[in-house]
Nanobody, 118 residues
Framework: QEQLVESGGGLVQPGGSLRLSCAAS????????MSWYRQAPGKERELVAA?????NYADSVKGRFTVSRDNAKNTVYLQMNSLKPEDTAVYYC??????????????WGQGTQVTVSS
């Protein structure tokens, strides 16, 4: 069964760093685009960073966050530096694969809370 398990969230002061991990199982990890999303209270879920053939970042995190993946360990990471209070959200790991034009494989983790506060 497909599973994504996030870890590494917590409480950090502004300017601090956290590293999130997402361990995947039950599917061919290397074939999937792995992404991190976040959802703050009262806001829609938004894409933070994606790792596929290339890496992409939301403008709000460029230069501060880095997404990486280890296909041998079936794990994707999100290194978050220079954290700001507005980075506070639940962070979700996502795995996505399109096969052809109509078949989508799309899996989500349970989320991990990141709180940036002094």
């Amino acid at each position: 069964q497909e599973q994504l398990v996030e870890s590494g969230g917590g409480l950090v002061q502004p300017g601090g760093s956290l590293r999130l991990s997402c361990a995947a199982s039950g599917f061919t990890f290397s074939s999937y685009v792995m992404s991190w999303y976040r959802q703050a209270p009262g806001k829609e879920r938004e894409l933070v960073a994606a790792s596929g053939g290339s890496t992409n970042y939301a403008d709000s995190v460029k230069g501060r966050f880095t997404v990486s993946r280890d296909n041998a360990k079936n794990t994707v990471y999100l290194q978050m530096n220079s954290l700001k209070p507005e980075d506070t959200a639940v962070y979700y790991c996502n795995a996505r694969l399109w096969v052809g034009i109509s078949r989508l494989y799309d899996y989500w983790g349970q989320g991990t809370q990141v709180t940036v506060s002094s």
